[in-house]
C-alpha cells in the first residue's frame, strides 16, 4: 500500500512538474479582452500569469521600433481619417511611411476589416468595442520597460517574446528590423539563453542572418524561434533533415496548430502530424499559435477551449501555447 500512494504521489509530483514547464504565451497581450498590443493588453496578460508576452514589431520612418501586428496601421488605428492623404497606391497605410511622433497622434482600436460598404467590421465581434477608450501605439523599449517593472514591483519573471515582421520588407526600404530589435534586447539585458527571451520570426534566411551574423555581431546568443505558417510554404523545412538542420541554429519552432494536428481531425481520429515528434527528436522546443476561446475559432475536432489545450498540451505534447487568452491557458494549464 505504501508503495502504492509513493508512487501515485511519485507520479503526481513528474505530472505536474511537468505542466509547469510547459509555457503560455499571451499573443499580442491578453488580445481577447483589450486591443492587441496595447500597453493594456500586455498589464492585463502580465497579471493573468502569462510566462511570455509576445511583442510583434515593425519600424517607423525615423527607425523606432513599435509594437504592432504588421507593417500596416489600417486595420487597428484611424489612420485613414487623421492622414487621408498618406496612402500607397494599393490603398494602404504603412507604418515605414510615419514618424513616430505622428503614429503617436493615433488611436488604437480593437482589430477590424472594411466590410462591402466600406464600414468597419470588428474582426471578434465580441471583443473589446471598437474605437472605445483610449489606446495609443508604443515602442518596444516602453513595452519591455512596462514588463521589467511589474517583474520588479511583483517579483515576478516574465518573458518577452519579440518577432521581426516582415523583415526583409524592411530591409528592402533601408531598414535592418532585426538588428535594431537585437541591439534593444541586449541594451535591456536580454542576451544569451540564460535570459527569458524569444527572438522569432517567419523569414527562414533572416533566422539564419540573425544566428550567422547579427548574434556573432553583437556577442550575443538569445533564443531562437523559426515560426511557421503552412505545411505547403515550410515543407521542406519540416522534413527530417530539414528539422535536423534548424535544430542547428534555432531552439524552438513556432509552427500553426493546423501544422499538429490537420484541421479536417475528427475528434474520435485525431490527425496528428509528425512535426512535434520530429522536432523533439533534435532538441527543438515547440509553441504552436493561435488558440483562440471563441467557437467560431476552435477546429471543429475539439469540443471546447479547455479540451483544444489538452489536445495540444497533453496528449500532443508541445512545450508551451500562445494564446489571446492567457488565463484560461494558465487555468488549464495549472489545472486550477
Ligand atoms: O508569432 C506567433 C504568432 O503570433 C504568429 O502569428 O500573425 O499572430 O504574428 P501572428
Ligand atoms: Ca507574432
Known sequence: ??????????????????????VVIAHRGASGYLPEHTIAAKAMAYAMGADYIEQDV???????LVVLHDHLLDRVTDV????PDRKREDGRYYVIDFTY???????VSERYRIDENGEKVAVFPGRF?????????????????????LNKSTGGDVGIYPESKSPAFHLSEGKDLSRAILMTLKNYGYSDKSHKAYFQTFEAEEL??????????????????????????????ITEEGIKALSG?????GPSIGMIVRNSSEKAALQITDLVAKAHKYGL?????????????????????DDLLDIFLNQVGVDGVFSDFPDLAVKFRDGS
Open 285 to 305: 522546443e515547440v509553441h504552436p499559435y493561435t488558440f483562440r476561446a471563441e467557437s467560431f475559432a476552435t477546429p471543429k475536432y475539439a469540443e471546447s477551449f
Open 208 to 237: 539564419k542572418r540573425v544566428y550567422e551574423n547579427l548574434l556573432p555581431e553583437l556577442n550575443m546568443n538569445v533564443r531562437l524561434v523559426q515560426l511557421m505558417g503552412g505545411e505547403d510554404i515550410y515543407a521542406d523545412m
Open 249 to 253: 541554429y534555432a531552439d524552438g519552432i
Open 129 to 149: 468595442p471598437l474605437n472605445k477608450s483610449n489606446f495609443k501605439v508604443h515602442t518596444l523599449e516602453k513595452e519591455i520597460e512596462l514588463i521589467q517593472g
Open 101 to 107: 511622433a505622428e503614429i503617436r497622434t493615433l488611436n
Open 1 to 22: 500500500m505504501r508503495i502504492f500512494v509513493l508512487i501515485v504521489l511519485g507520479l503526481s509530483f513528474i505530472s505536474t512538474a511537468f505542466a509547469a514547464d510547459k
Open 58 to 64: 515593425v519600424m517607423t520612418k525615423d527607425g523606432r
Open 80 to 83: 485613414q481619417e487623421k492622414f
